[in-house]
């Protein structure tokens, strides 16, 4: 008889294209969004948290690209359940983690239009998962930060989305001349595919070289949007296959940004030529020029480009990106712009899909961890992270003074907890506060009760003087100081605001 085999322990790790938040992290990111929901909660716009679980055909043709409808997602079958039909929650629906916040909106204003207001202005926070190949940088799960307008024509709604963006982003800590929205419209681009008589089947691949545009110029989009270039590794491109008569209107177009919105906007007019659409896209893109002027948004803060192209394919009006416009050196010493951390625009055909009637609709999403990563770069990130002031045990029997003392400094404000592990050794003490980035320790011993005071050690000066302070500064600033046991929490609160 073969012996028992012990089963195999599981693998202490985190699946792939996942990671896991620490302290920090979790913390620096609440902040960051705390400060951008009350932006929005100034605005008007109120709070909604949706399941993080949608069916698949709610989802729908908006996945990424692609033709099979539970690809790109986690998504599983339901079990048939007798005397259930499907779409009653069972009877094998299909059903998948969200892909994103804005289709679940949709599906939340078609199932409540009876009973929200409308135009309904909301913003959701929270995590989004993608089954897609993971590299660096890109998981699978991920947070977004969003804010629409549902059951709004006017571009006033558009307008006001952009410029509550820009509030969201200087009350995230960017400040400005350190970001630009950039504001473009579909419909203009639309109406130069039209004057350059770009057919349906060609539309995709111009979006494709239009985008890339900041990359390779007016005349790399040019050779792209024809027969073709070499790119710097020697590669060899295929073009689209317009003739330059056809590239010309698009170039306009591209090129039209001026340093006045006036003169972009009759740059704009000229390439679109006798299109409506894009005559059209071009009199909304001044509307909002005009109520972004009128709520004190210059250009300094947002400007007209045209080279804004959303990739996306429910966008139907006006599109827009936030970029930041500070640089940033990578690994190996090279210095470039730090780029894009949230766009949106206007989709009016997104809720049609449930309720067979048009609703217009426009919103924004936050790219939350590249915008935590801009924070970061500008070092405005991780101020707040201190660890809690610890309270040291010198004697287990006397446990609940040293409880007391925590439960005191909460009290007052001060984040604070009691060493838990073996006191036995002092040193390990220490360490465990230093691993927590406490900023002070308490310490009271015997001697220290019986006296009725507590020492109360600076950590951080401490690290300091040990570094680099000669003997008269460690002599000028003790990082340890002796105080009676009623001013504990006034010396705690003078050490951490030093």
């Known amino acids: 008889m073969a012996k028992d085999s012990k089963p195999r322990r599981p693998r202490a790790e985190t699946p792939k294209g996942f990671r896991d938040y620490f302290g920090a992290e979790v913390t620096e990111r609440k902040a960051m969004l705390d400060r951008i929901a009350a932006v929005y909660h100034r605005h008007g716009f109120d709070a909604l948290e949706t399941s993080g679980v949608e069916t698949v055909e709610a989802l729908g043709k908006f996945l990424p690209d692609v033709d099979r409808p539970n690809a790109g997602v986690f998504a599983w079958q339901e079990e048939a359940v007798p005397g259930i039909g499907k779409g009653d929650g069972g009877a094998g629906d299909w059903l998948a983690l969200r892909y994103d916040l804005t289709a679940p909106l949709a599906r939340v204003a078609a199932q409540y239009r009876n009973d929200l207001p409308f135009p309904y202005r909301r913003y959701a926070m929270g995590p989004v998962w993608r089954n897609e190949k993971p590299g660096p940088g890109r998981y699978r799960q991920f947070y977004q930060c969003d804010a629409d307008t549902v059951g709004a024509a006017s571009v006033a709604a558009d307008a006001e989305i952009i410029a509550m963006l820009a509030d969201a982003l200087e009350a995230a800590g960017i400040s400005r001349g350190d970001y630009l929205v950039r504001v473009n419209n579909r419909k203009v681009l639309n109406g130069v595919m039209e004057a350059a008589q770009v057919g349906a089947d060609q539309a995709a691949d111009v979006l494709r070289q239009i985008d890339k545009f900041d990359k390779v110029g007016a005349d790399g989009v040019r050779a792209l949007l024809t027969t073709g270039r070499t790119d710097a590794s020697g590669a060899e491109i295929e073009g689209v296959g317009l003739t330059p008569a056809q590239a010309e209107p698009v170039l306009a177009f591209l090129t039209s940004r001026r340093d006045t919105t006036?003169?972009?906007?009759?740059?704009?007019?000229?390439?679109?030529?006798?299109?409506?659409?894009?005559?059209?896209?071009?009199?909304?893109?001044?509307?909002?020029?005009?109520?972004?002027?009128?709520?004190?948004?210059?250009?300094?803060?947002?400007?007209?480009?045209?080279?804004?192209?959303?990739?996306?394919?429910?966008?139907?009006?006006?599109?827009?990106?936030?970029?930041?416009?500070?640089?940033?050196?990578?690994?190996?010493?090279?210095?470039?712009?730090?780029?894009?951390?949230?766009?949106?625009?206007?989709?009016?055909?997104?809720?049609?899909?449930?309720?067979?009637?048009?609703?217009?609709?426009t919103g924004v999403?936050?790219?939350?961890?590249?915008?935590?990563?801009?924070?970061?770069?500008?070092?405005?990130?991780?101020?707040?992270?201190?660890?809690?002031?610890?309270?040291?045990?010198?004697?287990?029997?006397?446990?609940?003074?040293?409880?007391?003392?925590?439960?005191?400094?909460?009290?007052?404000?001060?984040?604070?907890?009691?060493?838990?592990?073996?006191?036995?050794?002092?040193?390990?003490?220490?360490?465990?506060?230093?691993?927590?980035g406490a900023p002070v320790a308490i310490i009271q011993g015997a001697d220290e009760s019986a006296r009725g005071v507590v020492q109360v050690k600076d950590l951080i000066l401490g690290a300091r003087i040990a570094a680099e302070a000669s003997v008269e500064e460690w002599k000028s600033q003790p990082a340890q100081v002796e105080v009676p046991r009623p001013d504990?929490?006034?010396?705690?609160?003078?050490?951490?605001?030093?």
């Open 488 to 498: 504990m929490v006034g010396a705690v609160r003078d050490m951490l605001a030093r």
């Open 262 to 361: 006036s003169a972009t906007l009759t740059n704009l007019r000229a390439a679109v030529g006798a299109s409506a659409i894009g005559a059209d896209g071009v009199d909304e893109l001044a509307q909002i020029a005009a109520l972004l002027d009128a709520m004190g948004l210059g250009p300094d803060r947002v400007v007209i480009d045209p080279s804004v192209v959303r990739g996306l394919g429910y966008y139907t009006g006006p599109v827009f990106e936030a970029e930041l416009t500070f640089e940033i050196r990578d690994d190996k010493g090279r210095t470039r712009q730090f780029g894009s951390v949230a766009g949106g625009g206007r989709y009016d055909d997104l809720v049609e899909r449930f309720t067979g009637q048009k609703v217009p609709a």
């Open 365 to 436: 999403s936050i790219g939350v961890d590249r915008l935590l990563a801009a924070l970061h770069e500008k070092g405005l990130a991780g101020a707040d992270s201190a660890g809690p002031v610890v309270v040291t045990v010198m004697d287990r029997d006397r446990m609940a003074e040293y409880q007391a003392m925590a439960a005191e400094l909460r009290a007052a404000g001060i984040r604070a907890e009691v060493y838990l592990g073996n006191p036995k050794n002092f040193g390990n003490q220490l360490k465990y506060a230093d691993r927590r």
